[in-house]
């Protein structure tokens, strides 16, 4: 029997809980994502903070995508599952000096640097190891993306990114710093953005600082004058999913999203535009899958309590986010209400409050949906719990 796209006989045999991956999905997604996304220069990267699970990034990397790291351990990653050095670029406000040694070593596309005091730490690392730094310069645009206070990333008060008011100083810097080549710039204003006006203001913002770093006189490190050059432009990623409707809607708006940059970017005959998408390439293709310990009664409401935690799937508790959650074992129950509650000795750990459900007992194995992003790759062990493992559905169909 096949619940959706669920296999529950084959995944009722699994220890719980575990991520289960649906690569038919992920495929499908690359596809789509590519053919909306193929303009020339134009480069796509798949941000490695949002699942980093072996399989899914080698499928990613052999789809032609370059990646968006922000640790050494991602750009290790990155180059294990396939990633070409030359497609990694490499963002983070805290990059350590063996991460940014390794970057160097490994020599990646570029440096995505978020102030100016951590551009002359690698301008003297280079320097020290006889290299040459690619940089882009991550600015502060200041455009509010009306997400989620934790997961906005591109106002004034943010620690990502240079201020603006900054900026043109920062770009100078790069010119006279030895061993710093100044490739372009950088933004990314937040994530799980579903409304496409945050992106178009974003566009106006990036058209109009392109023209004063165009116009800017910068003396480089042998002390000749040259005008600045913007070869390089990176707008981040932060297009969002329907965490609501996972069946209905499984793959993002990829064809709005990308038609903003094309009608919005005043891109020069020799510029190249960068995305780093994340959360729209694998979210949906995630499920975290639980089963029922218990079903409790209290006074005015009833619990349904998992074996799954905020160890698990932290999202919930840390930004009060929605995920869909099926009943697989019992679909056609008639629904009722419940907390749906994890074992963690923490009050927050909640996946769902009054939530409407097929009817549960004790052993049914439920799926929370739309959990690829920011789900496993994010697990703790606290409580000293063991770590989610994952089951890929292309192991299963091997069988």
Not at 149 to 171: D, H, R, S, W, Y
Not at 346 to 354: H, L, M, P
Request: glycine residues 8%; proline residues 4%.
């Amino acid at each position: 029997m096949m619940v959706g796209t669920f296999p529950i006989e084959q995944l009722n045999r699994f220890d719980t809980p575990y991520y289960y991956y649906d690569m038919d999905i992920l495929r499908e997604t690359l596809r789509i994502l590519r053919s909306e996304s193929a303009f020339d220069r134009w480069h796509v990267h798949y941000a490695v903070k949002a699942c980093a699970t072996d399989a899914l990034i080698q499928t990613i990397a052999a789809n032609g995508l370059g990646a968006d790291c922000v640790s050494g351990g991602e750009i290790r990653a990155a180059i294990a599952a396939g990633f070409p050095a030359d497609k990694i670029v490499f963002a983070g406000v805290a990059k350590t000096d063996r991460e940014i040694e390794y970057a160097l070593e490994q020599d990646i596309m570029c440096f995505n640097v978020e102030s100016t005091e951590e551009l002359t730490v690698i301008s003297q690392i280079a320097k020290k190891m006889n290299k040459r730094a690619r940089v882009c310069l991550r600015v502060n645009p200041n455009v509010d993306a009306h997400t989620h206070e934790k997961i906005t990333t591109g106002l004034e008060e943010n620690k990502f990114g240079i201020p603006m008011q900054f900026l043109q100083e920062a770009v100078k810097q790069c010119y006279l710093l030895p061993a710093v080549d100044f490739l372009g710039l950088h933004f990314h204003i937040g994530s799980q953005i579903t409304d496409m006006e945050p992106f178009r203001q974003l566009c106006s913002r990036i058209n109009e600082l392109i023209v004063g770093i165009e116009q800017l006189a910068c003396m480089d490190e042998n002390g000749e004058e040259q005008l600045a050059k913007v070869t390089h432009i990176n707008v981040g990623g932060g297009l969002g999913i329907l965490y609501e409707h996972p069946n209905h809607f499984p793959i993002p708006d990829f064809k709005s999203y990308f038609a903003v940059w094309s009608n919005g970017i005043s891109l020069r005959p020799d510029q190249h535009l960068h995305f780093e998408l994340g959360r729209s390439i694998v979210a949906q293709c995630g499920n975290l899958i639980t089963r029922v310990l218990y079903v409790k009664h209290g006074i005015n409401k009833q619990f349904a309590i998992v074996d799954a935690g905020m160890t698990d799937l932290i999202r919930p508790a840390l930004y009060g986010s929605f995920h869909r959650v099926e009943n697989l074992s019992r679909p056609d129950n008639r629904e009722q209400l419940y907390d749906i509650v994890g074992p963690i000795c923490e009050s927050s750990d909640v996946f769902a409050k009054e939530y409407k459900i097929a009817a549960v007992q004790r052993g049914d194995i439920l799926a929370m949906r739309s959990a690829g992003a920011y789900g496993e790759v994010m697990a703790s062990q606290y409580n000293l719990r063991r770590l989610p493992g994952h089951v890929i559905s292309d192991d299963l169909n091997k069988k």
